[in-house]
C-alpha cells in the first residue's frame, strides 16, 4: 500500500481554545483542506491524561468541534472527530508503547514540563502521552501534520517509531505484500508567522490554556471588550517598533504583537514593520484590537451557536467517527498481521 498524502491533525479539549491554538494549528488546517484530505481530531483521550471534570470535558469536546466548524473546516468534505470514538487509536497506542523506547520517553520535554518537581505523582498516560500522538497520527498512516512550534518533539518521536516499527518487522511487512515501509514519515507543518504564540503578560512563555491569568491569552470567545482589554494590558516595552525585524531581537512581548497582527492580517512580519515602524505602542494596538474583533468576533459567535446545538455537534462526530473507523480499522488489520497477532477474518 503506498501512502497518499493525507493531513492529520488533534486539539485537546483541556479548556479554553486560544489565539495560539487557533493560529499556531486551527489557520493551517483550515488552509490544508483546498489541497489535501484532512482529518481533524477533538483529542479527548490526551485531555484525561490530568484530571478533567466529566461534565466539563463533555463540554469542551463539543466546543472545540465548534471551533473546527466556526473557523472553516468543513466536516462533510474532511473527517472531524473525537479520538474516544475510535478505539483503534488505543489499541495502536498500545503497541507502539511495545516499540518506543524509555529512553526516548525521558527525553520528552512536555512531559518534564506538565509533571513539574512532582513527577511520581503523574499519571503513566501522561508520561505515554506521545505514544498516543504517534497512533493519532500513524493509524491513519498520515503524511503530514500541521501543529505549533511546541509539538515538533513529539512529532519527531512519531518518526521514530514509525521507522522502528518498520525495521522491526520488515520480514513481516513484505511477506504481507505491504512493500517495503508500511507506516509512513510524518512531516510536520509548522508554518506561519506565529508558530509559537507568546503570552500576553510574559513574552518568554508560551500562550497557554493552563496559565492561571486570563490576560496572558486570548480566548476564542472572549467579546470584543475582553479582546481590547487584554491587548491594551499586553506586556510591552519603551522603545517604539523597529521598521526592520532586527530589531526585534531581544523584545519578546514586541516579537510576539507583531507576529500576532502578521498572522491575523495574513501579512509577513516585514510587512507589518514597514507600515507600524517607529510608532508607539499604543497605535499599534488599537489596530492590533481592532484587527483580532474583527477576526475573532465572528468566530466566537458562530461558537456559541454551534455549542448550543448539541444533537449537531454530536452527529458531526458520530459521523467523522464512522469514516475514521473505516481506515483506522483497515490499519490495525494490517498491524495485526505484521505483528502475528490473530484476528477475526
Ligand atoms: N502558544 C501556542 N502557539 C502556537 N501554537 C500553539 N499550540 C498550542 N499552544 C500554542 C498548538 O495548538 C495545537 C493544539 O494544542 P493542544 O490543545 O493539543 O495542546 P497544548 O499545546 O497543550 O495547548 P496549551 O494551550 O499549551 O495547553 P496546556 O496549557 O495544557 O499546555 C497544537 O498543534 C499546538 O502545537
Redesign the pocket.
Known sequence: MAAKELVF????P??NL?L??Y???IVNFVKLQDTHNCIYCV?DL?AITVWQDPAELTRTIREVTAAFIASGIDPKKHIVFNQSQVSEHAELAWVFNCVARLGWLNRMTQFKE?AGKDRENASVGLYAYPNLMAADILVYRATHV??????KQHLELARDIAQKFNNDFSDSIRAHDFGEKFFPMPEPLITGP?????SLRDGTK??????PSDYSRINLTDDADSIAQKVRKAKTDPEPLPSEEEGLKNRPEADNLVGIYAALSGQSRPDVLREFGGGQFSGFKSTLVDLAVSKLGPIGAEMKKLTQDTAYVDAVLADGADRARVIASETMNAVKDIVGLIRKK
Do not use: F, I, W, Y
Request: hydrophobic residues 30%.
Open positions: 491533525s488533534g486539539v485537546q483541556t479548556g486560544h495560539g491554538n493560529l499556531g494549528a483529542v490526551h506538565k500541521p501543529v505549533g512550534e511546541d509539538q506565529a508558530t509559537r504564540v507568546m508560551k500562550m497557554s490554556k493552563s496559565d
